[in-house]
Nanobody, 119 residues
């Protein structure tokens, strides 16, 4: 089992920055990939980006590439999503999720944190 807890959401203005955190506990050594997803009202959940446990390779959706950065701090078992130059379209509930093998589904999810960007 892996437990995830997101934090750092809030209300910001367009152009501002925000950093989300995803703290993991439990079978941390089994995690292969940590990802961020988001879901806006009335829309399907979408992939934002991910980071692999081995090698720390990162991948991003085109919509956030160049503005968002995923990083990790193994000392505190936390993955971060640094969001710069935020836009109103970035408004959503942001979730972190993990999978235990590279090819598996995302098995564990956090409760989400709300990000609202005003114009």
């Amino acid at each position: 089992q892996v437990q995830l807890a997101e934090s750092g959401g809030g209300l910001v203005q367009a152009g501002d920055s925000l950093r989300l955190s995803c703290a993991a506990s439990g079978r941390i050594s089994s995690i292969a990939t940590v990802a961020w997803f988001r879901q806006a009202p009335g829309k399907e959940r979408e992939f934002v980006g991910s980071i692999r446990a081995i090698g720390s390779s990162t991948y991003y959706a085109d919509s956030v590439k160049g503005r968002f950065t995923i990083s990790r701090d193994d000392a505190v078992n936390t993955v971060y999503l640094q969001m710069n130059n935020l836009k109103p379209d970035d408004t959503a509930v942001y979730y972190c999720a993990v999978k235990l093998t590279v090819r598996s589904e995302y098995n564990y999810w956090g409760q989400g944190t709300q990000v609202t960007v005003s114009s």
